[in-house]
């Protein structure tokens, strides 16, 4: 597609229970990141992949966040026992190149932990 | 953690006023990118200025970078009632982007 995918757009979890999060970045690029957004506040950094090797995953809350990027393209993001702090927007982003340059991001898939 | 810190917070002015929001950062960088969202959608990139430079223009924004005072303003002109928006700086290093936590535009028809 043309732009970055993600799925699904809204998800509501009971507490405890496991979701997964899926992003398509645009097709041929190498870099992927995974932001969390809280309500009126800007994205925080959760993880990055360069293909299919996470470079860095230290914006990851706790060891109950998972992500990974097998085949160097689609990426999910996996929290496990989700509890209501989890409740926010993560949005995917990905670039063609280094990490300081322009990213595009998808549209957010938000997540609301009841 | 935030590096970048936006100001003001929230800012409201009339269609075809002149907007200015602030950016202050903390460490060096390579080069500083400002970035709109609108409400439930993901960040769209406006613009993007590397830390040799000291004014960048694009249609109606006009951002500048001061690196002494550690500081970027963006600018957007003769603001519409779709620039209703939230913008976020982001820092660029070696490292992943990061953002501020935004200021949040309305422009008022």
């Known amino acids: 597609g043309a732009g970055v995918s993600q799925s699904p757009r809204y998800k509501v979890a009971k507490r405890g229970q496991d979701v997964a999060l899926r992003c398509d970045p645009i097709s041929g690029h190498v870099s992927l990141f995974w932001y969390q957004q809280a309500l009126g506040q800007g994205p925080e950094f959760l993880t990055y992949f360069q293909n299919e090797a996470q470079l860095d995953k230290s914006g990851l809350p706790s060891d109950r966040f998972f992500a990974e990027r097998p085949e160097g393209s689609v990426s999910t993001l996996k929290i496990q026992r989700t509890q209501q702090e989890d409740s926010a927007v993560y949005l995917c982003a990905s670039s063609p190149g280094q990490v300081r340059n322009t990213i595009y991001f998808g549209e957010g898939s938000w997540l609301t932990v009841v | 953690s935030q590096q970048g810190e936006e100001d003001p917070q929230a800012l409201s002015i009339q269609e075809g006023e002149n907007a200015t929001m602030n950016c202050s950062y903390k460490t060096s960088i390579n080069n500083l990118q400002w970035y709109r969202q609108n409400s439930g959608r993901g960040l769209v990139h406006l613009i993007l200025?590397?830390?040799?430079?000291r004014e960048k223009h694009s249609g109606r924004l006009r951002v500048t970078l001061d690196t002494s005072k550690k500081s970027s303003s963006l600018l957007i002109t003769a603001s519409r009632a779709a620039d209703t928006a939230s913008y976020f700086c982001?820092?660029?290093?070696?490292?992943?982007?990061?953002f501020g936590k935004g200021t949040r535009l309305s422009v008022i028809a």
């Open positions: 200025i590397r830390s040799n430079e």
């Open positions: 982001a820092t660029a290093t070696n490292t992943p982007l990061v």
